[in-house]
């Protein structure tokens, strides 16, 4: 992960369609960092973690750095 700066925090965000819900917030050191968050994967279609310029943001507001779909078993 890209070193942070400044206030800056990384968010996860469980995506359903148009809709985010906050997974949480994670700061990296050495660009590693880890969040644990359990949730229902038929709940929602991606997983996103996105580089804020702070932690305390309800929606996303920076930019995406990692996406991926949420597979079904």
Not at 46 to 59: F, Q, W
Request: hydrophobic content about 35%.
């Amino acid at each position: 992960m890209p070193e942070l700066k400044g206030t800056e925090a990384y968010q996860v965000w469980l995506i359903k369609g148009e809709n985010t819900y906050n997974a949480g917030t994670f700061l990296s050191q050495d660009g590693n960092g880890a969040l644990y968050y359990s949730f229902n994967p038929q709940n929602y279609d991606t997983v996103a973690i996105t580089l804020e310029p702070d932690a305390v943001g309800d929606n996303p507001r920076g930019k995406i750095v990692l996406a991926a779909p949420i597979k079904r078993g």
